[in-house]
């Protein structure tokens, strides 16, 4: 059995992505950097420890952006990218590893068949980098820009992370290199040559870009959207009877009237259509299958909890929320002057943007059960982005 590790340099302070924070820490569709390639590396089933280098100043946005992943503490950094990597490996020197990978957290669409081909690799060869063909024309020039010469593209190759080694190979290379004052390679390949390692290549990913100015945040980020092209709409229809009284609550909000909804649980009929919507966007049931209503642990429950439910439903599938569409249908009380505290809970609720939530209402013209005031029934629509997959 080989035991595989990935140390994961996230020490860099990214200023040419023009912001404040470091690159790593910033989102694209909502997770960042780090997080991304973390979780990647986490849910691998070859490597099985993850030791992440982070900048010492950097430890608070670290535990953020890491809280709930299982991976190893994290260590500091030094000056250089070398020095970081060095720092990675040293950390983990005792535990006895076969193979190491080395990845950048700037490169967050590395897909877990690189990492496995990485691996594969590096078994095979003790050093082994991804690397893809140059499809450009590529020149040298001189100061001024003129050019020199024209290079051979056959023989140039676009490399990236994760690259993989024999952990003892690479952990030697690197205290040779601090014992011998050189601290200038920008890839751990760079040190394996200058060690007399044989370095060999396998086939990389043109999506496995590495995000370095804010172009390329824009680009991530269409990628990330364009991803989740699986777009679905569900509807949800909730009713429920007046009885006895002082409130209604309507979409979380508490609302005066001289009777109250009658429910198992707060009788929320608003947040009941929502999550109807929700669950038949995602094709999951409804919500009475998944908090019977005969089941004493949802009594007098707050609905907030069944909305919850839903919304992180739509996260474990990868998804996001585009839209969510309600409507109240009730004579009284009035809609109007609670809609924008309605759909201000509703869009922090599920942590998206106002405009994101309509929130409409309207009377039966006193026709039928909600015309004769017996009740008030909602209507949901929810619109829903997952990740599209042919499975
Ligand atoms: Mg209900």
Redesign the pocket.
Known sequence: MVSVAAVIVAAGRGVRAGNDMPKQFRPIGGQSLLRRALVMLVEHPEVELIQPVVRSEDIELYREHSVRLDVLPPVFGGATRQASVHAGLEAIAERKLDIVLIHDAARPFASASLVSRAIAAAKKSGAAIPALPVTDTVKTVDAAGIVGTTLDRKSLRLVQTPQGFTFTALLDAHRRAAVQGREDFTDDAALAEWAGLKVSTFVGESSNIKITDEGDFARAEALVLAALGDVRTGTGI?V?AFGPGDHVTLGGIHIPHDRSLV?HSD?D?AL?ALVDAILGALAEGD?GAHFPPNDPQWRNAPSARFLDFALQRVKARGGRIAHLDLTIVCEAPKIGPHRDALRGHIAKRASIALDRVAVKATTSEKLGFTGRGEGIAAYATATIRLPWSEA
Do not use: T, Y
Request: charged fraction near 15%; hydrophobic fraction near 45%; proline fraction near 0%.
């Open positions: 909730d429920h429910g009788a009929v009941h919500i």
